[in-house]
């Protein structure tokens, strides 16, 4: 349902609104007629997000479009379904699996390279499989007691968010410094000397619960 009437209307030529059994024409969907749009979150202030078949998850508020893709972090550009768990996150379901966004991040952070932080949910989570569906729609639904809702290939797949555990980020653990194919000596602080032209630096960090979910950002 649109907040301001009527009924949005996604499909691969783009977003309509639907009024009296009419198609009404809306100048700020004219950008959005090339998006193959699969699902839709409507806030109360008038903004859209929606979720598209290859193009990301678009924010649409005032007449302005912003997308996000895997450049900023999302784990894919494909969007089942969005849900709204009333805490501050937008979960998003695609045919890698589930993962939550915070808005704090999707409204206030300036758009860039990495500036998402997308939290994963798959098998490591006890998930029988990370391959959602979404030909059906809605293909996600949040309960009155704030679970939410997914299919997946095998089955529902149920979330409780205020039952889910903090996640904190993982330190990182430089394990060895090579600077022209020579190992630098361990220590607090390493410098390497100017004039050298190759420089290796190996990392990790040790995540137990669920280590095929880790990722590193670095520049």
């Not at 678009?58 to 479009?65: D, K, N, V, Y």
């Not at 032209?197 to 995540?207: F, M, Q, R, V, W």
Request: aromatic share 6%.
């Amino acid at each position: 349902k649109n907040p301001g009437g009527g009924l949005l209307v996604g499909t691969d030529g783009g977003l309509d609104l639907v009024r009296n059994d009419q198609f009404l024409p809306v100048p700020q969907f004219a950008g959005l007629r090339q998006e193959k749009i699969w699902s839709i979150l409507a806030d109360q202030d008038g903004t859209l997000w929606l979720g598209t078949r290859g193009g990301g998850l678009i924010r649409l508020r005032a007449g302005q479009i912003t997308r996000f893709t895997g450049r900023e972090g999302l784990l894919s550009t494909s969007i089942f379904e969005i849900l709204d768990d009333a805490k501050g996150n937008l979960w998003l379901s695609s045919p890698t699996g589930i993962s939550s966004v915070l808005r704090a991040e999707l409204e206030s952070t300036p758009k860039g390279a990495g500036m998402l932080h997308a939290v994963p949910y798959g098998k490591a989570d006890g998930m029988l499989t990370s391959q959602m569906t979404g030909g059906v729609q809605p293909a996600g639904a949040r309960t009155d007691a704030g679970e939410l809702w997914f299919p997946s290939l095998k089955g529902a797949v149920r979330i409780d968010p205020s039952a889910l555990p903090l996640r904190n980020p993982m330190p990182v653990v430089i394990e060895k410094v090579v600077v022209d194919d020579r190992p630098m000596p361990h220590g607090i602080k390493i410098v390497a000397p100017p004039g050298q032209g190759k420089l290796e630096i190996d990392y990790t960090s040790c995540n137990l619960a669920g280590p095929e979910r880790l990722r590193f950002q670095y520049r």
